[in-house]
């Protein structure tokens, strides 16, 4: 495996299931971010993993639970979701810290999970 | 608060066109500006990356140019083809976000044979 890969790619579950998505990244990063993408809405930054801690969470409701394990894997845990939760969820990558002869701070993105909510 | 603003929201054009989609943002303190591509219904693609110092980026068929100081970046597709076609992104970084990126909400572009 190469890159950023995600699974599941797809999903559909009611209101009161929980599910996890995974993220792997391949690439060597210590950063790793959960993004929403909503039907003509821009990309909405949800968690921002640096070095395993995190450092960003944009006032994300408490049913999306993110664990980061390590600096390879990302997970979001759903749980009581609702409807308009349903969207395209992305995972990226990126090598944040200095490193001399490398494309800074460059986010890779996985294919994305596509989440419908019941 | 930065906010990003890409125009045209969608463009069409034949197929061999050179093309230029826009890219604006309101807080000139940028890191760095980055282009992607998306392809319906999958992930993103980076094509660019712009450091906040550089004044232009180009791999193949693709130019990207920054100007910090007006807050804008254009994005140039030479001799477009029908396999150009997808939404194209641009997301900046502001200098004292983290590792945050704000997108814009793309440019549609579709390149008819």
């Known amino acids: 495996e190469t890159g950023v890969t995600q699974t599941p790619r797809h999903l559909v579950m009611g209101m009161t299931n929980k599910k996890s998505l995974k993220c792997e990244q391949h690439l060597g990063h210590n950063a790793m971010y959960w993004y929403k993408q909503s039907a003509k809405k821009p990309l909405e930054l949800m968690f921002v993993y640096n070095f395993k801690e995190q450092t960003e969470n944009n006032s994300v409701p408490s049913r999306f639970s993110p664990e980061c394990p390590n600096s390879s894997h990302l997970f979001l845990h759903l749980h009581t979701l609702q409807p308009e939760d349903s969207a395209l969820y992305l995972c990226a990558s990126s090598q944040e810290a200095l490193a001399s002869g490398r494309a800074l701070n460059e986010q890779f993105f996985g294919p994305g999970t596509r989440l419908t909510v019941l | 608060k930065q906010e990003v603003t890409q125009i045209p929201a969608a463009l069409s054009v034949p197929e061999g066109e050179n093309l230029v989609l826009n890219c604006s943002f309101t807080d000139s303190a940028i890191y760095n500006l980055q282009w992607f591509r998306q392809d319906p219904g999958k992930g993103l693609t980076s094509l660019l990356l712009?450091?906040?110092?550089?004044r232009e980026q180009t791999s193949g068929r693709l130019n990207a140019s920054l100007d910090k100081s007006s807050g804008r970046s254009t994005l140039y597709i030479a001799a477009s083809q029908p396999g150009d076609s997808a939404t194209y992104l641009c997301?900046?970084?502001?200098?004292?976000?983290?590792?945050?990126?704000?997108f814009g909400e793309g440019t549609q572009l579709t390149v008819n044979p």
């Open positions: 997301a900046v970084k502001k200098e004292t976000s983290g590792s945050r990126l704000t």
């Open positions: 712009i450091q906040s110092s550089q």
